[in-house]
């Protein structure tokens, strides 16, 4: 959000940026869902509902975990917050005790380190690399674990990376989860239905049930059905974790919005080809960019195989001179470089947990992209030794 602050004071001034940093779908919600919310808007659902969110769309929820997550949780197990983030936040503010460590690897979301150190806890922070997929392994996982380990953040798909794990590698890191039983996992699926190739989004509850006690869930309407600004996510897991997260809430933010709601039942119960229609969009702009970003001197990435990033290794361009004399020591540097020089935005590597890298957005047309990378190539060319 701040990247894209600076993006818009840019624009004010009358410079055209090309803005990578966007995590949202670029197209608009589809329109059955709008409708869906006029219609409640005009038949009066616009009053209060209940602080876990409605029965419809906590039955919408229930039954979209079973349908495509075969995953079975009854209504009492669900709880709709104001997007994912809500829930998150809510989980590590009902759940951690001052000193309680969280494992979070990297790259990770800006969001999970500073939410769990505001509820008094100790981000552990794992750092998995480009040899092993951005990914953690088990045995990473295992060195990790200490008696005061509270809970596992796994997020596949991945952002920033677009990292989906195998059902080898979660497999594996179940194996480790249950032989330690006071660690708990959550697992942010918001990115689901974006995946690539061969790929397949696979919910670690489906590989390891039995640590379904000990699991939260999270997911939302934002990413699949371009939903952003109608904040809707959600959270499935044990009853003593959503009573807590209710209490939370009831005395936080009352409940979630009630059209929003409702226009989320249409959402997951109604026709899903509009889903699948934005994943085949993604995954051409993910052709077109890695292919660009590959050619240009200096800047690597590997194939995201989920969600819609590019993780961009800029180590290459460590150590060069700009026009104007300076020298490009961190990704920072390459980032600001990128944005006053190129008038192309993307958020720095460092603020995931990965220096070096650059994140950009492929939630963007191919003309964009096109261009974007091209004025990225004749910035680079600038450079000196």
């Not at 989906?164 to 194996?175: F, G, K, P, Q, W």
């Not at 309407?221 to 974790?241: C, D, E, H, N």
């Not at 994140?359 to 004749?378: H, K, N, P, V, W």
Request: proline share 6%; glycine share 8%.
């Amino acid at each position: 959000m701040a990247a894209k602050a600076r993006v818009d004071a840019l624009r004010a001034a009358g410079r055209k940026i090309i803005d990578f940093t966007i995590g949202e779908p670029d197209f608009p919600t589809p329109p059955h869902i709008v409708a869906a919310g006029v219609d409640a808007l005009q038949s009066g659902h616009t009053r209060y509902t209940g602080s876990t969110g409605t029965p419809a769309l906590r039955k919408a929820i229930a039954a979209k975990l079973e349908r495509e997550n075969h995953l079975r949780y009854s209504v009492d197990e669900v709880v709709v917050g104001n997007g994912a983030k809500h829930i998150i936040y809510n989980t590590f503010a009902a759940t951690l005790n001052e000193g309680d460590e969280v494992i979070i690897p990297t790259p990770y979301w800006v969001s999970y380190p500073d939410m769990v150190a505001i509820h008094g806890g100790k981000p552990v922070i794992v750092n998995c690399d480009a040899a092993s997929g951005f990914k953690l392994t088990a045995a990473a996982l295992e060195s990790a674990i200490t008696a005061h380990t509270r809970w596992l953040v796994l997020n596949t798909p991945n952002n920033p990376s677009g990292a989906v794990y195998t059902s080898d590698e979660l497999n594996a890191i179940c194996a480790v989860l249950l032989r330690h039983p006071q660690v708990w996992l959550m697992t942010d699926e918001i990115y689901e239905h974006f995946v690539y190739g061969d790929a397949q989004h696979i919910s670690p509850l489906q590989i390891a049930p039995a640590l379904k006690t000990r699991t939260l869930v999270v997911n939302g309407v934002s990413k699949a059905y371009a939903m952003t600004g109608w904040r809707i996510g959600y959270g499935a897991g044990p009853q003593v974790l959503m009573k807590a997260l209710a209490l939370l809430m009831s005395q936080s933010t009352t409940c979630p919005s009630a059209v929003s709601q409702a226009a989320a039942v249409t959402a997951l119960s109604g026709p899903q080809q509009c889903v699948l229609q934005g994943r085949d969009l993604f995954s051409k702009r993910r052709d077109a960019i890695v292919t660009l970003i590959n050619s240009i001197p200096g800047l690597s990435c590997l194939p995201p195989d989920g969600a819609f990033y590019v993780f961009v290794d800029v180590a290459g361009l460590l150590g060069k001179h700009t026009p104007q004399g300076a020298t490009l020591t961190s990704d920072v540097d390459v980032m600001m470089y990128f944005l006053e020089q190129a008038g192309v935005a993307t958020i720095d590597g460092a603020s995931y947990g990965q220096p070096s890298y650059l994140r950009m957005s492929f939630a963007t047309s191919i003309e964009q992209i096109e261009s974007g990378c091209q004025q990225l190539r004749d910035a680079v060319s600038q450079l000196m030794p």
